[in-house]
Every structure is written in C-alpha cells, then in structure tokens.
C-alpha cells in the first residue's frame, strides 16, 4: 500500500521527531522518580514499547540516584542543595537522555563502570548502577574528572512507529 502525504504533514511528522527539553532539579533522593516520570512522559510521542519505557526510566534512575549518592554525597553541611541537570533529546527513534552533576567526579572511569565496584559501601550500594544503565541503553559514555562532576550520555534506539 502506498502512503501519499502532502509537504506540511512531512514537515510536521519531521518536527515531532526532533524535540529537547532541559531541566533542573535539586540533588534530592525523591527527584529520583521525577526524572524518570519526566523523561517517560518525554519520549511517549515516539510510540515506545512499555519495556522501552520501563528500560529507559530504570537507566535514568541509575544515572540520577549515582549523581546524588556518589557525586555529591553527603551536602547538608552546603549552604545551597547541588542540583542535577537532565536533558532529554529526540532525534527521529533515537533518545538521548544526559544526566549532568557538578560533584566530586569520577578518577578512574573504567573501573566505576566494573559490576558490584561501589566507592559507597557503607551505604550498602550493589556497584551495579552502570551495568543497569549500559544493559539498559544502546549507547552509555560517561565524561567526567575529579573536582569537575560527572555527565553520563546515554542512548536508545526505539522501535516505534510513525502514525498515520
């Protein structure tokens, strides 16, 4: 069967494939779930499967629960609460989803990144975070340095499809 559609619906199913948002949140353990409700509302446009909605917002609560437990640790001693930066892209079916804090950073990447690696195990944490978010996402890349903070990029291919 073949599709016909004029050049302002091609125009219009372009524009709602490309879209970005930015926010910022205070390095709370409870704006955890907000930024994976945010980021699964953000990508719903792209028609994702419920285990690629499920499969991102456990990557996004990873990468946020690791900016606020390892990046800035304890910070009631601060007079201001750290904040986290989220940026969620849509570019066609890939979604880019940055998860960006200014804490302590991370020295040796490659070895952060190991399954069951914590630097807090006096908080009983698994070490498992990026394992979570690499088996989870098509693509994970961390960039980060110690006394810089910490930006983890992460994408997903989504198998959705366009709509008539």
């Keep these: 069967m073949m599709k016909t559609c004029t050049i302002s619906q091609e125009r219009e199913n372009t524009e709602r494939r490309k879209n970005h948002m930015e926010i910022r949140m205070p390095a709370y353990s409870y704006n955890e779930k907000l930024a994976r409700t945010i980021t699964a509302a953000f ?8 285990e690629e909605v499920a499969d991102v917002k456990t990557a996004v609560s990873e990468a946020v629960t690791n900016s606020i437990i390892h990046g800035y640790g304890t910070y ?63 693509e994970i890349k961390v960039i980060s340095s110690p006394g810089e903070g ?4 992460m994408k997903k ?4 499809v366009l709509e008539d």
Excluded: W
Excluded at 43 to 50: A, E, R
Excluded at 91 to 111: H, P, R, S
Excluded at 150 to 153: G, M
Excluded at 157 to 160: C, F
């Design 43 to 50: 990508m719903l446009d792209m028609n994702p499967t419920v």
């Design 76 to 138: 009631e001693k601060k007079e201001e609460v750290p904040m986290i930066r989220m940026i969620c892209e849509q570019n066609d079916l890939e979604l880019t989803v940055i998860i960006e804090d200014e804490g302590c950073g991370i020295e040796d990447i490659a070895k952060a990144m190991e399954p069951l690696y914590t630097t807090r195990p006096d908080l009983e944490r698994s070490g498992m975070g990026f394992a979570f978010m690499e088996a989870f996402m098509n």
């Design 150 to 153: 910490t930006k983890v990029i």
């Design 157 to 160: 291919k989504i198998a959705g």
